[in-house]
């Protein structure tokens, strides 16, 4: 594996990838949660190549109150099973 940037491990699935594999998700200041690399606060990570199935088990888990320290608001919360296109389009932060 090309050990592009730094390494960070999917909330979902466990797998150790770098960065650029990887997509980034954040709280807004209202805890909402939110996809883009330049967030403020702590980031969690997914699979680029499977994010729908790894925001599942993310979700399954309760992994994003874990990897951020604190619960997003559960009304941002994409449900199970929505296609990951729409959910990022409606995730990225209006810049
Ligand atoms: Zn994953």
Redesign the pocket.
Known sequence: MAADGPIRT??????R?SQPD?VRFHLDEHARLRVGRTGPGRGA???GD??A??LA??LRANAFARAFGREPDRASLPSHGVDWPSIERQLVAPS
């Open positions: 999917c909330i979902g699935c466990r797998a990838r990887l990570w997914l699979c499977q994010t199935r790894c088990s993310a």
